[in-house]
């Protein structure tokens, strides 16, 4: 299985959890995803997901003038946002556990 | 900022490309994205120093990436159809037929009103007076020849439009016309809206207090028109009675379209006469020159002599 399929469905589980940790601009956003494991994390996929978490309520964001280049805009998290991710949470480690168990148990193949 | 130098050009054009890709996301939305997006392009190219492209892969793929995780799915319509596609489009969906087709059955309405427009507006460019009794019919000659201009007017036109459903050469002719009548309703309406009331109203009112205002024989008046002993009609025109007081006109409520004169000082004048109206959103005079039908009579008295300016 492509790594970058198992993210699409975390994608936006993995971005609440590092906006929730402090609040961050588009670039740093990916900067930080990247940092913690997720190098082939597409740049359009962090952008777009932050985008439609905002539309949806997850995410609020503010404007910051930047010393380099145009302003940024900062995410934070929202209530509802916080919500999700603890929904996330459950559901992956859920998730997880019951992969791991079928994945770790050793099934005898017979020639 | 030291590296922005070489680098926006090639930002831009990714950044253009992006949004060309994108062109059928709606305006804000997309506008939002972009700016996002153009941020993070302009720290992407700064970091690694070299092409946005080489770094992100083309920029088709890049929107289509952005579009996917955004949530935003490529609408049904091609975003370039042109004009042309979108009127036929228009125009074969069911609702909008079904929309003509009842326009079709509604046209002799149509018919009927632009004859009447047609006679009304060439009135008013002629600078005709209007009927006094019946303020919607222009006197040509008289209101009744007016009167007999607008039924002749109707029924051509009503002829013109039966004619013209068998006759499809026409209707480019027609078209032409019924653009231009349509124009010339707006300043019908603006007349008609701002005629005299018809005289036949005041003889049913009975008086039995003093109406305030200005009026004649207990009718209120809505305007006075002065001429001079030769005929010529008298513009701005101030009016006082014998104590002094101006004559003023003031309507109930504010009128927008009244021209109003105004002292130095900036003060008003309500008695200035004949009271005049702008077009609408205009600062130009409707009809500068229009008076009641009245034939100054020949004087004989010797006029008084003018007295000599000067103070």
Known sequence: ????????????????????????????VLRR??????????????YGTLRRLYRAG??????????EGPHRRYYGITARGRAQLAEARTAWADFSQTLSNLLETDVEVTA | VTTAAHVPSDVETYLARVRAALADVPADERDDLLAEVEASLHETASESGGSVAAQLGPPEDFA??????????PSAAPPAAGLRETIERLANSPRVAGSLRSLREL??????????????????????????AHGAVPRIGNAKLGAIAI???????????????RT????????????????AVVPVAVHLSHRTQPAVATQIVVQTEIVPGLAYNGTPLDNVYPYSRDGRLLHDVLLYTGAGTPLNLRAKSYDPLR????????????NAFPVRYYQPGTTTVLRPNAGPNVKVPRITTPPLPAKKRGR
């Open chain 2, 107 to 132: 046209a002799p309405i149509w018919w009927a009103v632009r004859g009447y427009v047609a006679v009304a507006a060439l009135a008013l460019a002629a600078g005709a007076s209007w009927s006094v």
């Open chain 2, 168 to 183: 499809p050469q026409a209707r480019l002719a027609l078209s032409v016309l019924n653009v231009a009548l349509l124009a």
């Open chain 2, 259 to 270: 021209r109003i004169l105004f002292t130095k000082a900036g003060g008003r004048i309500y």
């Open chain 2, 64 to 73: 289509a990436e952005l579009r996917s995780a955004a949530g935003l799915h």
């Open chain 2, 151 to 165: 039924l002749v007017a109707v029924a051509a036109s009503i002829a013109l439009g039966l004619w013209s459903r």
């Open chain 1, 1 to 28: 299985v492509d790594r970058s399929q198992l993210l699409r469905g975390t994608l936006d589980a993995a971005a609440l959890a590092v906006v929730a940790e402090q609040d961050g601009y588009g670039y740093d």
């Open chain 1, 58 to 67: 997850a995410l609020t964001s503010y404007v910051e003038p930047s010393d």
């Open chain 1, 33 to 46: 995803l990247r940092a913690a494991g997720l190098s082939d994390v597409g740049d359009a996929s962090v």
